[in-house]
């Protein structure tokens, strides 16, 4: 089992940042991939980016070039930058993982809410 802590959500005006943070613990050595999810009221979750143990990434291309995935494998933590952000950036984040025997993990979700 894979526990995940998310941290580092909040309100921010547009064109701000945020760093998300998810710390995960348990049976880290089985996880693969980790990465970031959002939900927005109304619509479906969906990827924002991803990245590998080996530290390969995937971006969701609305936030490419916006978004910066990165992993601390030492310190078992995802992180997600986030810059210039947009009001449509506004949902709940969850972080995300897959280990090597099929499963996937979820934190609980944190609010990002971006102002015009």
């Known amino acids: 089992q894979v526990q995940l802590v998310e941290s580092g959500g909040g309100l921010v005006q547009a064109g701000g940042s945020l760093r998300l943070s998810c710390a995960a613990s348990?049976?880290?050595?089985?996880?693969?991939?980790m990465g970031w999810y959002r939900q927005a009221p109304r619509k479906q979750r969906e990827l924002v980016a991803a990245?590998?143990?080996?530290?390969?990434?995937n971006y969701a291309d609305s936030v490419k070039g916006r978004f910066t995935i990165s992993r601390d494998n030492a310190k078992n933590t995802v992180y997600l930058q986030m810059n210039s952000l947009k009001p449509e950036d506004t949902a709940v984040y969850y972080c995300?993982?897959?280990?090597?025997?099929?499963?996937?993990?979820w934190g609980q979700g944190t609010q990002v809410t971006v102002s015009s």
């Open positions: 990245i590998t143990s080996g530290g390969s990434t």
């Open positions: 995300h993982a897959d280990d090597t025997y099929y499963s996937d993990y």
């Open positions: 348990g049976s880290i050595f089985s996880i693969n991939a």
